[in-house]
Protein backbone atom coordinates (compact mmCIF):
# COMPACT_ATOMS: atom_id res chain seq x y z
CA UNK A 1 0.00 0.00 0.00
CA UNK A 2 2.78 2.35 0.91
CA UNK A 3 4.13 2.13 -2.79
CA UNK A 4 0.92 2.43 -4.20
CA UNK A 5 0.47 5.90 -5.58
CA UNK A 6 -2.82 7.64 -5.70
CA UNK A 7 -4.15 9.00 -9.27
CA UNK A 8 -4.59 12.74 -7.87
CA UNK A 9 -0.85 12.95 -8.01
CA UNK A 10 -0.87 12.63 -11.82
CA UNK A 11 -2.51 16.33 -11.73
CA UNK A 12 0.38 17.67 -9.74
CA UNK A 13 2.28 20.44 -11.35
CA UNK A 14 5.88 20.13 -12.37
CA UNK A 15 7.19 23.80 -11.03
CA UNK A 16 5.20 25.60 -8.00
CA UNK A 17 2.15 26.93 -7.87
CA UNK A 18 2.24 30.54 -7.20
CA UNK A 19 -0.59 33.11 -7.27
CA UNK A 20 0.02 36.33 -9.64
CA UNK A 21 2.61 38.79 -8.84
CA UNK A 22 1.74 42.42 -8.32
CA UNK A 23 4.02 45.37 -9.25
CA UNK A 24 5.64 47.11 -5.97
CA UNK A 25 3.75 49.32 -4.11
CA UNK A 26 5.66 51.51 -2.29
CA UNK A 27 4.32 52.89 1.09
CA UNK A 28 5.09 55.30 3.76
CA UNK A 29 4.17 54.91 7.52
CA UNK A 30 3.09 58.74 7.09
CA UNK A 31 6.28 60.18 9.46
CA UNK A 32 8.78 59.82 6.56
CA UNK A 33 10.84 57.41 9.34
CA UNK A 34 11.90 53.92 8.26
CA UNK A 35 10.06 50.82 10.42
CA UNK A 36 11.74 49.59 12.79
CA UNK A 37 14.04 46.42 11.52
CA UNK A 38 12.21 42.92 13.61
CA UNK A 39 14.21 39.70 13.82
CA UNK A 40 11.43 37.55 14.33
CA UNK A 41 12.58 34.43 16.85
CA UNK A 42 11.84 30.64 16.75
CA UNK A 43 9.19 28.38 18.70
CA UNK A 44 10.80 25.77 20.31
CA UNK A 45 8.72 23.69 23.46
CA UNK A 46 6.19 26.26 23.76
CA UNK A 47 8.19 29.46 24.05
CA UNK A 48 10.00 31.94 21.46
CA UNK A 49 13.98 31.07 21.26
CA UNK A 50 16.67 32.87 19.99
CA UNK A 51 18.89 30.83 17.35
CA UNK A 52 22.22 28.72 18.81
CA UNK A 53 23.99 30.26 16.36
CA UNK A 54 22.75 34.15 16.98
CA UNK A 55 22.60 34.84 12.94
CA UNK A 56 19.91 35.94 10.77
CA UNK A 57 18.62 35.69 7.66
CA UNK A 58 17.17 38.55 5.44
CA UNK A 59 13.93 37.96 3.45
CA UNK A 60 12.69 40.01 0.71
CA UNK A 61 9.51 39.92 -1.16
CA UNK A 62 9.20 38.05 -4.90
CA UNK A 63 10.18 42.12 -6.25
CA UNK A 64 13.47 41.93 -4.07
CA UNK A 65 12.19 44.93 -2.06
CA UNK A 66 13.52 44.29 1.82
CA UNK A 67 10.95 42.34 4.52
CA UNK A 68 12.18 41.17 7.48
CA UNK A 69 14.32 39.21 9.12
CA UNK A 70 13.89 35.43 10.63
CA UNK A 71 16.22 33.65 12.99
CA UNK A 72 18.31 31.06 11.13
CA UNK A 73 18.51 27.85 12.90
CA UNK A 74 20.91 25.42 12.81
CA UNK A 75 21.64 21.55 13.94
CA UNK A 76 21.68 22.44 17.68
CA UNK A 77 18.07 24.03 17.29
CA UNK A 78 16.92 21.21 15.63
CA UNK A 79 18.39 18.91 18.74
CA UNK A 80 16.49 21.51 21.01
CA UNK A 81 12.90 20.76 19.24
CA UNK A 82 13.48 16.99 19.13
CA UNK A 83 14.12 16.81 22.42
CA UNK A 84 11.16 19.77 23.46
CA UNK A 85 9.04 17.18 21.55
CA UNK A 86 9.46 14.08 23.48
CA UNK A 87 9.44 16.12 26.32
CA UNK A 88 5.80 17.11 26.42
CA UNK A 89 3.73 14.01 25.23
CA UNK A 90 0.37 15.88 26.43
CA UNK A 91 -0.82 16.13 23.10
CA UNK A 92 -0.46 12.54 22.19
CA UNK A 93 -2.65 11.65 25.36
CA UNK A 94 -5.53 13.25 24.34
CA UNK A 95 -8.61 11.94 23.19
CA UNK A 96 -9.36 12.81 19.53
CA UNK A 97 -12.57 15.37 21.04
CA UNK A 98 -10.07 17.03 23.22
CA UNK A 99 -7.70 17.63 20.10
CA UNK A 100 -10.38 18.98 17.91
CA UNK A 101 -11.31 21.23 20.31
CA UNK A 102 -8.41 23.21 20.12
CA UNK A 103 -8.15 22.62 16.51
CA UNK A 104 -11.74 24.71 16.54
CA UNK A 105 -10.15 26.95 19.12
CA UNK A 106 -6.85 27.57 16.56
CA UNK A 107 -9.24 28.68 13.38
CA UNK A 108 -11.57 30.64 15.57
CA UNK A 109 -7.96 32.75 16.76
CA UNK A 110 -6.81 32.88 13.11
CA UNK A 111 -10.55 34.26 12.03
CA UNK A 112 -10.51 36.74 14.02
CA UNK A 113 -6.61 38.28 12.49
CA UNK A 114 -7.67 37.26 9.15
CA UNK A 115 -6.52 40.57 7.96
CA UNK A 116 -3.40 40.70 9.66
CA UNK A 117 -2.48 37.69 7.86
CA UNK A 118 -3.79 38.68 4.85
CA UNK A 119 -1.72 41.45 4.80
CA UNK A 120 1.61 39.68 5.76
CA UNK A 121 1.09 37.22 2.24
CA UNK A 122 0.65 40.67 0.55
CA UNK A 123 3.86 41.93 1.92
CA UNK A 124 5.82 38.68 1.56
CA UNK A 125 4.12 37.63 -2.02
CA UNK A 126 3.10 40.90 -3.71
CA UNK A 127 -0.23 38.95 -5.00
CA UNK A 128 -3.53 40.74 -4.70
CA UNK A 129 -5.21 41.19 -1.27
CA UNK A 130 -8.07 39.51 -2.57
CA UNK A 131 -5.91 36.44 -3.56
CA UNK A 132 -4.45 36.45 0.00
CA UNK A 133 -8.16 37.11 1.87
CA UNK A 134 -8.51 33.88 -0.20
CA UNK A 135 -6.05 31.43 1.21
CA UNK A 136 -6.60 32.77 4.92
CA UNK A 137 -10.24 31.90 4.93
CA UNK A 138 -8.90 28.32 2.84
CA UNK A 139 -6.68 27.92 6.05
CA UNK A 140 -9.16 28.77 8.17
CA UNK A 141 -11.30 26.18 6.18
CA UNK A 142 -9.03 23.44 6.70
CA UNK A 143 -8.08 23.23 10.05
CA UNK A 144 -12.35 23.25 10.57
CA UNK A 145 -11.78 20.29 8.13
CA UNK A 146 -9.31 18.44 10.22
CA UNK A 147 -10.89 19.11 13.67
CA UNK A 148 -14.20 17.79 11.82
CA UNK A 149 -12.08 14.29 11.04
CA UNK A 150 -9.83 14.58 14.43
CA UNK A 151 -12.45 12.17 16.72
CA UNK A 152 -13.81 10.31 13.05
CA UNK A 153 -10.57 9.00 11.29
CA UNK A 154 -11.33 5.38 13.15
CA UNK A 155 -10.08 1.62 13.10
CA UNK A 156 -11.28 -1.24 11.60
CA UNK A 157 -12.37 -4.65 12.81
CA UNK A 158 -10.99 -7.74 10.74
CA UNK A 159 -12.44 -11.01 10.76
CA UNK A 160 -9.30 -14.02 10.37
CA UNK A 161 -9.16 -17.29 9.44
CA UNK A 162 -8.67 -17.91 12.87
CA UNK A 163 -11.18 -17.48 15.73
CA UNK A 164 -10.06 -13.79 16.66
CA UNK A 165 -11.68 -10.58 16.12
CA UNK A 166 -8.78 -8.12 14.76
CA UNK A 167 -8.83 -4.30 15.36
CA UNK A 168 -6.93 -2.40 13.25
CA UNK A 169 -6.38 0.95 14.94
CA UNK A 170 -4.84 4.22 14.34
CA UNK A 171 -2.31 5.91 16.14
CA UNK A 172 0.11 8.75 15.76
CA UNK A 173 3.68 8.13 14.83
CA UNK A 174 5.44 10.43 17.27
CA UNK A 175 7.79 13.11 16.86
CA UNK A 176 7.32 14.07 13.36
CA UNK A 177 9.71 16.74 10.94
CA UNK A 178 7.60 18.79 8.42
CA UNK A 179 9.11 20.72 5.69
CA UNK A 180 6.48 22.77 4.20
CA UNK A 181 5.97 23.81 1.02
CA UNK A 182 7.20 27.76 -0.25
CA UNK A 183 5.04 28.64 -2.05
CA UNK A 184 1.61 28.90 -0.17
CA UNK A 185 3.65 30.21 2.80
CA UNK A 186 0.17 30.14 5.24
CA UNK A 187 -2.21 27.43 3.61
CA UNK A 188 1.02 25.41 2.67
CA UNK A 189 1.86 25.23 6.39
CA UNK A 190 -1.39 24.80 7.89
CA UNK A 191 -2.55 21.56 5.13
CA UNK A 192 0.98 19.79 6.19
CA UNK A 193 0.82 20.39 9.86
CA UNK A 194 -2.40 20.33 10.95
CA UNK A 195 -3.07 17.02 9.68
CA UNK A 196 -0.15 16.11 11.67
CA UNK A 197 -1.05 17.36 14.93
CA UNK A 198 -4.58 16.04 14.50
CA UNK A 199 -3.57 12.65 14.78
CA UNK A 200 -1.87 13.21 17.92
CA UNK A 201 1.91 13.76 16.80
CA UNK A 202 4.51 16.20 17.82
CA UNK A 203 6.10 18.42 15.25
CA UNK A 204 9.48 20.28 14.41
CA UNK A 205 8.53 22.18 11.43
CA UNK A 206 10.98 23.91 8.83
CA UNK A 207 8.39 26.29 7.47
CA UNK A 208 8.83 28.05 3.94
CA UNK A 209 12.43 29.52 3.34
CA UNK A 210 11.17 32.12 0.95
CA UNK A 211 8.56 33.28 2.74
CA UNK A 212 8.73 32.02 6.70
CA UNK A 213 6.48 35.37 8.55
CA UNK A 214 3.34 33.69 8.06
CA UNK A 215 4.76 30.76 10.20
CA UNK A 216 6.22 32.67 12.82
CA UNK A 217 3.19 34.83 12.96
CA UNK A 218 1.07 32.00 13.54
CA UNK A 219 3.13 30.65 17.08
CA UNK A 220 1.26 33.37 18.19
CA UNK A 221 -1.96 31.85 17.58
CA UNK A 222 -1.05 28.87 19.25
CA UNK A 223 0.28 30.09 22.14
CA UNK A 224 -3.21 31.39 22.98
CA UNK A 225 -5.42 28.48 21.63
CA UNK A 226 -4.23 26.16 24.95
CA UNK A 227 -2.18 24.34 22.57
CA UNK A 228 0.20 22.24 24.65
CA UNK A 229 3.86 23.12 24.74
CA UNK A 230 6.12 21.24 22.22
CA UNK A 231 3.28 20.34 19.85
CA UNK A 232 4.71 22.62 17.35
CA UNK A 233 7.91 23.17 17.25
CA UNK A 234 8.97 26.29 14.12
CA UNK A 235 12.95 26.09 13.15
CA UNK A 236 13.79 28.55 10.49
CA UNK A 237 16.56 28.77 8.50
CA UNK A 238 17.82 27.29 5.28
CA UNK A 239 15.31 24.90 4.31
CA UNK A 240 17.24 21.71 2.84
CA UNK A 241 19.89 22.32 5.39
CA UNK A 242 17.52 21.78 8.25
CA UNK A 243 16.00 19.24 6.83
CA UNK A 244 19.08 17.26 5.86
CA UNK A 245 19.41 17.05 10.23
CA UNK A 246 15.90 15.85 10.86
CA UNK A 247 15.99 13.26 8.43
CA UNK A 248 19.68 12.09 10.25
CA UNK A 249 18.02 12.69 13.70
CA UNK A 250 17.46 8.99 15.17
CA UNK A 251 14.77 10.15 17.54
CA UNK A 252 12.42 11.69 14.77
CA UNK A 253 10.07 8.86 14.32
CA UNK A 254 8.67 10.47 10.58
CA UNK A 255 9.32 12.81 8.36
CA UNK A 256 7.27 15.08 5.80
CA UNK A 257 9.46 17.13 2.45
CA UNK A 258 7.77 19.30 -0.33
CA UNK A 259 10.39 20.55 -2.47
CA UNK A 260 12.59 19.80 -5.26
CA UNK A 261 13.13 16.74 -6.36
CA UNK A 262 16.74 16.09 -5.32
CA UNK A 263 16.01 17.15 -1.52
CA UNK A 264 12.99 14.20 -1.93
CA UNK A 265 16.41 12.03 -2.53
CA UNK A 266 17.94 12.87 -0.05
CA UNK A 267 15.81 12.49 2.88
CA UNK A 268 14.53 9.03 1.92
CA UNK A 269 18.19 8.20 1.75
CA UNK A 270 19.00 9.90 5.14
CA UNK A 271 16.09 8.88 6.53
CA UNK A 272 16.91 4.55 5.63
CA UNK A 273 19.47 4.63 8.85
CA UNK A 274 16.79 4.60 11.40
CA UNK A 275 14.05 3.78 9.47
CA UNK A 276 12.12 6.42 9.81
CA UNK A 277 8.80 6.72 7.58
CA UNK A 278 9.12 9.52 4.67
CA UNK A 279 6.27 11.42 2.10
CA UNK A 280 8.09 13.28 -0.23
CA UNK A 281 6.39 15.32 -3.44
CA UNK A 282 9.01 13.40 -5.81
CA UNK A 283 9.61 16.96 -7.10
CA UNK A 284 6.23 17.12 -8.00
CA UNK A 285 4.06 20.29 -6.33
CA UNK A 286 0.61 20.51 -5.35
CA UNK A 287 -2.20 23.42 -5.83
CA UNK A 288 -2.65 23.78 -2.39
CA UNK A 289 -5.73 26.15 -2.80
CA UNK A 290 -7.05 22.75 -4.51
CA UNK A 291 -9.03 20.18 -1.83
CA UNK A 292 -7.99 17.22 -4.00
CA UNK A 293 -4.89 17.76 -3.65
CA UNK A 294 -4.05 19.84 -0.44
CA UNK A 295 -6.58 17.84 2.10
CA UNK A 296 -7.98 14.88 2.89
CA UNK A 297 -7.30 11.47 4.57
CA UNK A 298 -4.50 11.05 2.39
CA UNK A 299 -2.97 13.22 5.20
CA UNK A 300 -4.23 11.55 7.86
CA UNK A 301 -3.41 7.87 6.71
CA UNK A 302 0.17 9.59 6.56
CA UNK A 303 0.49 10.87 10.01
CA UNK A 304 -0.18 8.01 11.79
CA UNK A 305 0.50 4.37 11.72
CA UNK A 306 -1.75 1.21 12.27
CA UNK A 307 -1.55 -1.23 15.44
CA UNK A 308 -3.09 -4.61 15.17
CA UNK A 309 -4.87 -5.92 18.25
CA UNK A 310 -5.72 -9.69 17.91
CA UNK A 311 -8.98 -10.56 20.47
CA UNK A 312 -9.70 -14.36 20.85
CA UNK A 313 -12.51 -15.46 21.22
CA UNK A 314 -14.39 -19.00 22.28
CA UNK A 315 -17.68 -20.91 21.39
Known sequence: MEYVKPRIEDSFSDSPVVKPVKKADLKSNGMHLPEIDRTTKMYIGGKQARPDGGYSVVINDTNGR????????????????????????????MTGHSRAQVLYYIAENLAIRKDEFANRLVQMTNQSHADAVQEVELSIERI?????????????????????????MPEAIGVMGVICPDESPLLGFI??????IT????VI????????FSATDFYQILETSDVPAGTVNIVTGGKDELAQVLAKHDDVDGIWYFGTKKGCK????????????????????RDWSDKT?????IFLRHASQIKNIWIPYGA
Open 66 to 93: YVGEVSKGNRKDIRNAVEAAHANNKWGS
Open 144 to 168: YTYAALADKYDGHVHHTIHRNVTLA
Open 191 to 196: STVIPA
Open 199 to 202: MGNN
Open 205 to 212: VIPSEKSP
Open 266 to 285: DMEFLSADNMKRTWVNYGKY
Open 293 to 297: QGEGQ
